[in-house]
């Protein structure tokens, strides 16, 4: 069964244009426990809205996880992992943090609950309200 997630990242440190340009990329450098369990559920298939932190506070696109979980190749003390990462799809416009607080079937996203979270799940049906949004 697929599932679904969020991934959030700095534009400043990797972007969404950077993942279009590379066509794939290792999702390493997740030191908080909670993201470390989310990246060790997610396996081949699974659908991930990727979303600019800092300033912009948006989801701009669609990838898919095409490895799953794998010890993190840049830890260089504790148990981490990484996933690889390859684009899928670019949203016509991006879904604001501002308009996922609006929309009621986002309501109880833990995007707005837990903010700090860098790796975290989304339901299937918010996942479908956020792609409706951005096209």
Do not use: C
């Amino acid at each position: 069964m697929k599932n679904f997630w969020l991934v959030k990242q700095e534009p400043s440190s990797y972007s969404w244009s950077d993942l279009l340009a590379d066509g794939k990329t290792d999702w390493t450098g997740v030191r908080n426990y909670t993201a470390r369990n989310n990246l060790r559920k997610m396996r081949n298939g699974d659908e991930v809205l990727f979303y600019h932190s800092g300033e912009d506070k948006a989801v701009v696109g669609i990838a898919k996880v095409v490895h799953g979980p794998y010890p993190d190749p840049t830890a260089t003390e504790g148990d981490w992992s990484a996933i690889d990462l390859a684009p899928s799809k670019s949203l016509r416009r991006p879904v604001t943090l501002r308009q996922i607080k609006t929309a009621p079937p986002l309501e109880k996203m833990q995007l707005i609950r837990q903010s700090r979270l860098s790796v975290m799940p989304v339901t299937q049906s918010e996942f479908r309200a956020i792609v409706r949004i951005g096209e």
